[in-house]
């Protein structure tokens, strides 16, 4: 696996502050990374306010031995808590700015006792965050800054959106509301002046967008925890559904250790499988993720829900048994 960019950092800082003159090919060999990539991350460092020095005559990069900065007084709790952060959990993924981000967690690094980074880095060293399944950042990052912005100043945005739900692009202006992170992207909540309701938009689906110099008023009684309700995860449907869901003792543990939703209740019985209760307003996002598991789950209650999976069930029944090539959109 290739390290992160947290890791190259901090490798980087480590093989020149022992006094070892490295070349751009030394240090590419040594992370596994290219020229280019070795290039970039100095770059970063320097933004940081590290004294990375390249020697033309020996073509290797240095870092000042006269470069120390105060301690803080940190303890180490506290230490490893920010380096775990920084390290492991600024993702270029899904932090917008994820450089100037690292470059900040750099300062700090660089601020503590030796002793205290050195002990927490050896920490940190057996620790790898992945899996992340996320939309690209790059793609919004301008987006969202401008958003950001908007929310702030309360500012209407007038845009063009690529709608899934209207089957092509639309045009509106909104006001917007919050800015959140959900469902593995970035999205902005808001009024919709095209459809006279509050609305949610996926940034990465704008095709185009213009903040506006008319303001609007954010009204008292929003709150974005009534907003969602009791959804499954995004999409709020008109009616709260009690859900009951048998699962294997194969996957019950599985399904047990995670808080899946805010009202689950859970319990083991003697033959090991799970009995899964959740209240949840809609039940078409919680049929998809009953499907994930297959024939190793079963649910007892609501019927919609119960004829809703049936159906699904039926339809890649059709498709596996030859009777469509592809999956096609039903009415």
């Known amino acids: 696996m290739k390290p992160t960019r947290a890791h190259r950092l901090i490798r980087i800082v480590r093989t020149l502050q022992t006094g070892r003159r490295c070349g751009a090919d030394a240090l590419a060999d040594d992370?596994?990374?290219?020229?280019?990539?070795?290039?970039?991350?100095?770059?970063?460092?320097?933004?940081?306010?590290?004294?990375?020095?390249?020697?033309a005559q020996t073509e290797s990069y240095a870092i000042d031995h006269a470069y120390y900065l105060t301690p803080l007084d940190l303890s180490l709790e506290e230490a490893l808590a920010l380096m775990l952060l920084t390290r492991k959990f600024v993702d270029d993924r899904i932090v917008p700015l994820s450089s100037a981000a690292l470059s900040a967690g750099m300062k700090i690094e660089m601020a503590l006792p030796s002793d205290i980074r050195t002990h927490c880095g050896a920490l940190l060293d057996g620790v790898e965050v992945g899996g992340l399944q996320v939309?690209?950042?790059?793609?919004?990052?301008?987006?969202?800054?401008?958003?950001?912005?908007?929310?702030?100043?309360?500012?209407?945005?007038?845009?063009?959106?690529?709608s899934y739900y209207e089957k092509g692009e639309i045009r509106t202006v909104i006001h917007p509301y919050r800015v959140v992170f959900r469902s593995r992207g970035w999205y902005v909540i808001g009024h919709s002046e095209a459809h006279c309701e509050v609305r949610t938009f996926k940034l990465e689906r704008i095709v185009d967008m213009t903040v506006r110099d008319d303001v609007f008023s954010l009204p008292r009684d929003f709150d974005l925890d009534d907003y969602f309700g009791n959804a499954w995860n995004m999409v709020r449907g008109d009616r709260r559904h009690h859900v009951?869901?048998?699962?294997?003792?194969?996957?019950?543990?599985?399904?047990?250790?995670?808080?899946?939703?805010?009202?689950?209740?859970?319990?083991?019985?003697?033959?090991?499988?799970?009995?899964?209760?959740?209240?949840?307003?809609?039940?078409?996002?919680?049929?998809?993720?009953?499907?994930?598991?297959?024939?190793?789950?079963?649910?007892?209650?609501?019927?919609?829900?119960?004829?809703?999976?049936?159906?699904?069930?039926?339809?890649?029944?059709?498709?596996?048994?030859?009777?469509?090539?592809?999956?096609?959109?039903?009415?």
């Not at 939309?135 to 690529?162: H, N």
């Not at 033959?271 to 809609?282: A, C």
């Open 135 to 162: 939309s690209d950042v790059d793609a919004v990052t301008d987006a969202l800054l401008r958003t950001e912005e908007a929310v702030a100043a309360r500012r209407k945005i007038d845009m063009r959106y690529e």
């Open 244 to 331: 009951e869901v048998h699962f294997t003792a194969k996957v019950a543990g599985n399904v047990e250790e995670v808080a899946w939703h805010k009202t689950q209740r859970t319990r083991r019985r003697s033959d090991g499988t799970l009995v899964f209760e959740v209240d949840v307003d809609g039940i078409e996002e919680i049929s998809w993720w009953i499907l994930g598991y297959g024939d190793q789950a079963l649910v007892t209650e609501p019927d919609e829900l119960r004829s809703l999976i049936a159906s699904h069930a039926k339809t890649l029944t059709h498709y596996y048994n030859g009777g469509a090539q592809a999956p096609v959109e039903r009415p």
């Open 31 to 55: 992370l596994g990374v290219s020229r280019r990539t070795v290039f970039r991350d100095i770059s970063v460092l320097k933004d940081a306010g590290i004294p990375c020095s390249y020697d």
